[in-house]
């Protein structure tokens, strides 16, 4: 994982990234405070960017796609949301100071670590801060709320629609999952074998074709539907 500060003033690519996200609404000379002691950070396709009951983090992404997921004591994970650029990770976390639930990078992912004892500290001087993050962290509550109802009372074929659309990456070649059946049945507490049936199911209705580099979705809009159970 490699560290970057932010010297010299805003990176353009953190900025890009602050101005689509929520804190977008916060005034500049607050976000310059809170840019001032950050770092941008890399995180390889795989590999953790924080971990469950460890130090909090606040982190920001401006490249790529994670996922924050919960895991069982023997080893099992569940997805609980995904997050690309623009999106904020880890607000349970930094409100709490730790969290059960960890994130890690789906594809290579740049992303900005924002110094949480600092925000927690203007969290104290600054209502328009702490009244911002109280609406998001409901809004990420309900996210994962409407996650864990489909993944509770939807078949497997609309869970696993659902999370291939959100895994879906822009190639040349269209939009492609790069991941394989393991890690899908992972995001959705499934096993392998169930997730190719619902797989083999997509392809010969044409939804999806399998490829080199990975599953190509060639019916995104039949794809959707599936996924929310129409």
């Known amino acids: 994982m490699a560290k970057t500060p932010l010297e010299g003033g805003i990176d353009p690519a953190a900025l890009s990234a602050w101005n689509l996200s929520y804190l977008s609404q916060l005034p500049d000379d607050l976000r310059d405070t809170l840019l001032a002691d950050a770092f941008v950070v890399t995180v390889p396709a795989g ?12 982190a920001l992404i ?9 895991s069982s004591q023997d080893g099992r994970q569940v997805t609980l949301r995904y997050a690309g650029p623009g999106q904020v990770i880890g607000l349970p976390s930094m409100l709490a100071s730790i969290s059960p639930v960890g994130a890690e990078a789906v594809t290579e992912c740049e992303v900005i670590l924002l110094n949480v004892a600092m925000i927690q500290r203007q969290l104290k001087t600054s209502p328009e801060l702490a009244g911002l993050l109280l609406k998001e962290v409901t809004a990420v509550l309900f996210e994962v709320i409407e996650l864990l109802t489909e993944n509770v009372f939807g078949s497997v074929l609309q869970r696993v629609s659902r999370h291939m659309l959100d895994l879906a990456v822009d190639t040349p070649e269209g939009l492609v999952v790069q991941a394989d059946q393991h890690s899908i049945a992972e995001a959705i507490g499934s096993v392998r074998e169930v997730v190719a049936r619902a797989l083999r199911t997509l392809r010969e209705d044409g939804i999806v074709e399998r490829r080199a580099s ?3 979705i060639t019916d995104r809009e039949q794809l959707t539907d599936l996924g929310r159970g129409v």
């Open 214 to 216: 990975g599953i190509l």
């Open 47 to 58: 590999n953790t960017i924080y971990a469950a009951f460890r130090a909090a983090r606040f």
């Open 62 to 70: 401006h490249k790529g796609r994670a996922r924050v997921q919960a």
